[in-house]
């Protein structure tokens, strides 16, 4: 299992810290969003998703990862 902390740009409330987890959780990605610190920690099996993927499905959902 891979952990990675993202910073990502955009998240300013609640709804943005839901939509980003459910756009990971439909790629099976744990993701736990911090709104205060502005990051995502993810944490994945690297042999079914890769970093890109992941960017990806956040970026989808309107957000930055920087
Ligand atoms: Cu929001």
Do not use: F, P
């Not at 952990?3 to 943005?16: D, I």
């Not at 839901?18 to 995502?40: F, M, N, P, W």
Request: net charge negative; proline share 0%; charged share 25%.
């Amino acid at each position: 299992m891979q952990n990675v902390t993202l910073k990502v740009q955009g998240m300013s409330c609640g709804h943005c810290v839901h939509s980003v987890e459910k756009a990971l959780e439909r790629i099976g990605v744990s993701g736990k969003a911090d709104l205060a610190a502005g990051t995502v920690h993810v944490r994945y099996d690297e042999a079914e998703v890769n970093l890109n993927a992941i960017r990806e499905a956040i970026e989808e959902q309107g957000y930055d990862v920087v």
